[in-house]
């Protein structure tokens, strides 16, 4: 199923700060967060695990709670650079489990 | 160290017919995922081969297949093409031993239009 993912859109001005959320209707052990722009392919930013931990690249962190099964993305003092759409990608555990399946994606505009 | 390489990067076919979407991935990589990307919409899971065999496969009818090779690289086959077909195929490579800490590394795509 699904994750779904807030905002859908959200617009920036270069040095402000934004939150995307994931919540997902299953259980989960890991989640996935990508950043995809205008006519490229999808790129990788972090992995986060079962646990809690929090992981940063560059000044993009993010944290994952298993409990309520939602991940949260945090750019902070954003870069026009950040311009993309986000998609979080939960992974559930168990046999089976190889799909990575992803949100309908959150749209960030950086303006200067 | 070449990334995911696919091809053709652009294709247009007419409903009813069938084309083949070539897929290398990334040096060292040995699973290899399927995914298309209406516009607008996040990318969708076909299915994903691993050891040459299908291992997994998303909400998709039999008319989308694959196959991987010894060599890892992979084709995405669709039969009975449909308008609703056309999209954007990406292909994603990764290292099996850590699957639920391994990347996905994105190819490019195949912009697939069908008339």
């Known amino acids: 199923q699904q994750p779904v993912q807030s905002p859908q859109a959200v617009i920036l001005r270069e040095g402000e700060d934004a939150v995307i959320n994931c919540s997902s209707s299953?259980?989960?052990?890991?989640v996935h967060w990508y950043r995809q722009k205008h006519g490229e392919a999808p790129v990788f930013l972090m992995i986060l695990l079962k646990g809690g931990e929090q992981k940063g690249h560059d000044k993009i962190s993010a944290s994952f709670n298993e409990k309520k099964q939602q991940s949260s993305l945090y750019l902070t003092a954003s870069q026009l650079s950040y311009s993309g759409t986000y998609f979080c990608?939960?992974?559930?555990?168990?046999?089976?489990?190889?799909?990575?399946?992803f949100g309908k994606g959150t749209k960030l505009s950086v303006i200067p | 160290d070449a990334g995911v390489t696919q091809s053709p990067t652009h294709l247009i076919k007419t409903r009813g017919q069938q084309v083949t979407l070539r897929c290398s991935p990334k040096s060292g990589h040995d699973t290899v995922s399927w995914y298309q990307q209406a516009l607008g919409q996040g990318p969708q899971f076909i299915f994903q081969?691993?050891?040459?065999?299908?291992?997994q496969r998303g909400n998709f009818p039999d008319r989308f297949s694959g196959h991987q090779f010894p060599n890892y690289s992979s084709e995405l086959n669709v039969n009975a093409l449909l308008l609703g077909d056309s999209a954007l195929y990406l292909c994603a490579s990764s290292l099996d031993r850590s699957s639920y800490n391994s990347p996905l590394h994105f190819g490019n795509g195949t912009r697939l239009t069908v008339t």
């Open positions: 299953k259980a989960l052990y890991s």
């Open positions: 990608g939960p992974k559930g555990s168990g046999a089976g489990s190889y799909q990575l399946t």
């Open positions: 081969y691993y050891e040459e065999e299908e291992r």
